[in-house]
């Protein structure tokens, strides 16, 4: 069994890390969950990664692709694993953890 190409940066009980949960199951993806530090000033292992201390965060290795922010991770899941439609769950605009 191989490792899975994807990493998932969360926090416990975030809703934006819950939206990317829902859009990797959607999709059948398999993926490592690394819960972070809950301070925001806390986060230096998804600064090294993202540059930015916001959660959620993947790294998907099998593109190369490194990126923070649930919408933008949910349109990248969309287009790259997806038919590139956005689900009516998917919906909102509301600010990262």
């Known amino acids: 069994m191989s490792e899975p190409q994807i990493t998932f940066y969360r926090l416990q009980a975030c809703p934006y890390c819950e939206r990317v949960t829902r859009k990797l199951g959607?999709?059948?993806?398999?993926?490592r969950s690394r819960f972070v530090e809950?301070?925001?000033s806390e986060r230096n292992v998804v600064k090294r990664i993202s540059g930015k201390r916001t959660v959620p965060a993947i790294v998907d290795e099998n593109t190369g692709v490194?990126?923070?922010e649930s919408a933008n991770i949910v349109e990248y899941l969309e287009n790259t694993y997806g038919d590139?439609?956005?689900?009516?769950?998917?919906?909102?605009?509301?600010?990262?953890?």
Do not use: F, K, N, W
Not at 26 to 31: K, M, P, Q
Not at 84 to 97: I, N, R, V, Y
């Open 66 to 68: 490194t990126m923070s």
């Open 84 to 97: 590139g439609e956005e689900s009516s769950t998917d919906a909102g605009g509301e600010a990262e953890a």
């Open 38 to 40: 809950p301070m925001h």
């Open 26 to 31: 959607e999709y059948g993806l398999e993926y």
